[in-house]
C-alpha cells in the first residue's frame, strides 16, 4: 500500500470534521455573480506581481508571489475578503482589496480562474511518494483531508489548491498562520493556525518543499503591466 494510501486511511473521524470548522470560520461573501471579462479590466493592481512568472516580494522577507490563475472563484474571493477585513494582515494586499467593492472581488476571481484554465488539459500524473519523514508530518498535520488528492483537489473550494505551488511562498504562508498574532504578516485562521503549531521551521520548510514539487493546477500567466 502506498504512502498516500496510508495516510488517507489513518486519518482520523477528528480530521473530517475539519473542513466543517474551517468553512465555519471563513468570511461569508456576498452573493455577487463575478464576471470574467469586466474582471480583466480590474486587475491593473494585480498583474505588477502575480502577472510576472516568479516574482518575489520583498516584504515581510524575500519569497515568490504565489500562482493564483487556476485556484477557484471562491478562494480567490475569500482570501481577498479576508485581507479586506484584515484577518491577512499584509498591508499592500490589505491596501488592494480594501479598495475593491464585493463586484470587483467577485469579477476579479472569476477573471484569475477563467485565466488558469487549459484548453485540452488532462489529469495530473501522479505524485511522486514523500520521504517517510514527510509523509509522517503531513499525516500529523491532516494536510490532505483538506486540499484533496493530490494536494489539487480540495473539499471545498474556498479552500486553495497548493500542488505545484512555490515553495517559498508556502513556507511564509504556513509560518504566517503558526504567527497568527504578528501584526502585520499573521493569518487569522484558527484552524490552519493550530496545525502549523505542531511544527518547527525546518518541518514547515520540508512539507512546503514536498507539495510544491508536486504536478500541480496552479499557474502564472505572464501579463503585461502596460495594457
Request: charged fraction near 20%.
Amino acid at each position: 500500500m502506498d504512502c498516500a494510501r496510508k495516510m488517507k486511511l489513518s486519518l482520523s473521524p477528528m480530521f473530517a470534521a475539519l473542513g466543517t470548522a474551517l468553512a465555519m470560520t471563513l468570511p461569508v461573501q456576498a452573493q455577487v455573480q463575478g464576471n470574467a471579462t469586466a474582471g480583466e479590466g480590474k486587475v491593473a493592481m494585480c498583474i505588477g506581481c502575480h502577472g510576472i512568472a516568479g516574482y518575489k516580494s520583498s516584504f515581510p522577507e524575500v519569497y515568490r508571489v504565489p500562482k493564483i490563475a487556476g485556484q477557484s472563484a471562491k478562494y480567490i474571493g475569500t482570501v481577498l475578503e479576508e485581507y479586506r477585513k484584515g484577518t491577512r494582515k499584509h498591508p499592500s494586499m490589505r491596501g488592494i482589496a480594501g479598495s475593491m467593492s464585493d463586484q470587483d472581488i467577485a469579477d476579479v476571481a472569476a477573471y484569475y480562474e477563467a485565466l488558469g484554465k487549459v484548453e485540452g488539459a488532462t489529469e495530473l500524473p501522479a505524485p511522486r511518494e514523500p520521504s517517510a519523514q514527510v509523509a509522517q508530518l503531513l499525516q500529523k498535520g491532516a494536510c490532505v483531508s483538506c486540499h484533496g488528492d493530490n494536494y489539487s483537489k480540495p473539499i471545498d473550494p474556498s479552500y486553495p489548491k497548493i500542488a505545484g505551488q512555490y515553495p517559498d511562498y508556502l513556507y511564509a504562508a504556513l509560518r504566517a498562520y503558526r504567527d497568527d498574532s504578528h501584526a502585520t504578516w499573521g493569518r487569522g485562521n484558527p484552524v490552519m493556525a493550530g496545525m502549523a503549531k505542531q511544527f518547527s521551521d525546518p518541518e514547515l520548510k520540508a512539507m512546503a518543499r514536498y507539495i510544491g514539487s508536486l504536478p500541480g493546477e496552479v499557474r502564472t500567466v505572464p501579463q503585461s503591466r502596460f495594457r
